[in-house]
């Protein structure tokens, strides 16, 4: 049941968008999905009290650095995924949440200051592995590109991220009216109407192949179906 965090410390960098966008497509694929909301402005927990009841999706509100650890012992057997969505903000709940996960994916949108606030939590990550030999894996994840940008200019960025021994996803999130609209449709993008959003079939390309490159890069250490049978 592998943990995935959401982390910059920087408000804005397209956390929640991705932690959403994955924990929707994940539970498409069949995997039971918690989200652990540790964002105060509780964006996730908003969509999730109007999008009624959606399959494989669970949602908790309330996550503190005293009850965190305690959302995923009790709900570890029911869970496939965790997804923890983090407030903007370099604090204690941010390093607990590192501390667990198996995975932390690390949104930056490409302006300056969302790449400090990601380079912190890069600084983080390393202080954890030099310091305490803690070697937590974690992806740079770039959001909100441009649907114009070309992969040529895409490939730089990711070349010099790599150069600086950064890993970074093959799939970016594109800037999409779907990503932004189902935070007020409530649902998934597959319940969206494809004639009010504009694009709306790229932006279910797009949540795909971030989904599967997810899944290949975390996956389940053991299958519900191996469990069974085990
Ligand atoms: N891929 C995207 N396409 C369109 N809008 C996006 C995308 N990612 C983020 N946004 C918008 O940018 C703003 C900040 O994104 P958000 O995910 O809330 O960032 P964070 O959680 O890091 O503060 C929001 O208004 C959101 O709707
Ligand atoms: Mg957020």
Known sequence: MPVIT??????????????????????RNGARVTIL?????????????????????????????????????ENRAKTDYFIIDLAG?????????IGLSDHVMIPIQGCA??????????????????KAGIRINHSVVLTRVNSLVTTRALQMVKQLLAERSVPVLDTPIIERAAFRDIFDCGGTLQTMDPNRVSNLDK???????????????????LTRSMRRAA
């Open 89 to 97: 903000a370099r604090n204690t709940l941010m390093a607990t949440a």
């Open 203 to 221: 932006a279910c390309e797009n949540a795909r192949a971030f989904g599967d490159e997810v899944r290949r890069l975390v996956p389940l250490r």
């Open 6 to 27: 959401f982390a910059n410390t920087k408000g804005g960098a397209g956390k929640t968008t991705a932690a959403l966008i994955l924990a929707t497509e994940l539970a």
């Open 113 to 130: 200051m969302d790449a400090k606030g990601g380079a912190q939590v890069l600084e983080l990550l390393g202080y954890l592995e030099d």
């Open 37 to 73: 909301d540790a964002d105060p402005q509780h964006w996730i927990s908003h969509w999730h009290d109007i999008s009624g009841k959606v399959a494989n999706v669970e949602v908790i509100s309330y996550v503190t650095m005293a009850s965190i650890q305690g959302h995923i012992s």
